[in-house]
């Protein structure tokens, strides 16, 4: 018996459905570019230049989603400017694919850097029917002068806390674990207070780059900043403290969203892992000069981002202190 001949699409890979794809997407990636950008899609690698305006200027980059990259780089100052993607999936469904890019893309339209390229690898034995695996890394740039890193940090100085709009990226696997597996919850469950599980869980990470870019450049001499993500402010305000000074936060300084206390109330768990796991309402802090506090939340509530002032810092151990 003769055997058939053996294709790439037979072992699971689909050429014409990957073109198909980038048919699909080449307009929405089109709509994040900027003046900067040479080339267009179907090149072997994305080319972009830099803007004049820097004399001396770092690159810095992140890896993670749109939202997680671009709010890593703002911690340090620097200006998004291009985003590339990886999509890895078990079978290649352009409809699928386009859809996860148009998500991406808004992204990047809010932070204002540009989609320049990417890679979708269809992985049919690797990952099960309807699973697929996304992650990617932006680049920026600041001026070196304008570097933050947390250095210019004083006793006294106050911490802006801005809202997030829930809880980001972090803190899904208790999450999945308390209401999916022991709660036995389905994601179109109705629940009080949230409304519909799945949307309540899955609000999209608030990018801060635009408003904070806005603080920046107006010239409010901002300190220190931190995108509260896994660790909470537990552990991600000690990140950009120098030593022998400690960040001392107010409980109650700001509203939590019903989401955090539906956990708590859910899993029984402790304050201090709470804090410790999730951003608990407060996505990114900037620390500023007392004196430049109440012109800095101006600023951000005018860009439309809930501001708190939720502590100060203090002489003492690098660690967040809550009171």
Known sequence: MRRRRLTYKAAGVDIDAGEEAVRRLAHLVRHTYRPEVLGDIGAFAGFFRLPRRYRDPVLVA???????????????????????????????????VAAIVRGIAAGCRQAGCALIGGETAELPDFYAPGEYDLAGFAVGVVERRRLVDGRA????????GLASTGL?????????????????????????????????????????????LGLLRAGVPVHAMAHVTGGGLTGNLPRVLP???????????????????????????????????????????CVVPPARAAGARRLLEAADVPTREIGVIRRGPRRVTYT
């Open 62 to 96: 992140s890896t993670d989603g749109v939202a997680m990259s671009v709010n890593d780089l703002l911690v340090h100052g620097a200006e998004p400017l291009i985003f590339l993607d990886y999509i890895g999936i078990g079978r290649l469904r352009p409809r699928v």
């Open 243 to 285: 030593p022998g000074l400690e960040a001392v936060v107010r409980r109650g300084a700001w509203p939590v969203p019903p989401v955090f206390g539906c956990l708590r109330e859910a899993g029984r768990i402790s304050e201090a892992e709470m804090f410790r796991v999730f951003n608990m309402g407060i996505g990114f802090v």
């Open 153 to 160: 940090v004083r006793p006294g100085d106050v911490l802006l």
């Open 168 to 212: 980001h990226s972090n803190g899904f696997s208790l999450v999945r674990k308390l209401l999916f597996e022991r709660r036995r919850l389905r994601v179109s469950d109705r629940v009080p207070g949230l409304g519909v599980l799945g949307s309540a869980l899955l609000t999209p990470t608030r990018i801060y780059v635009k408003p904070v």
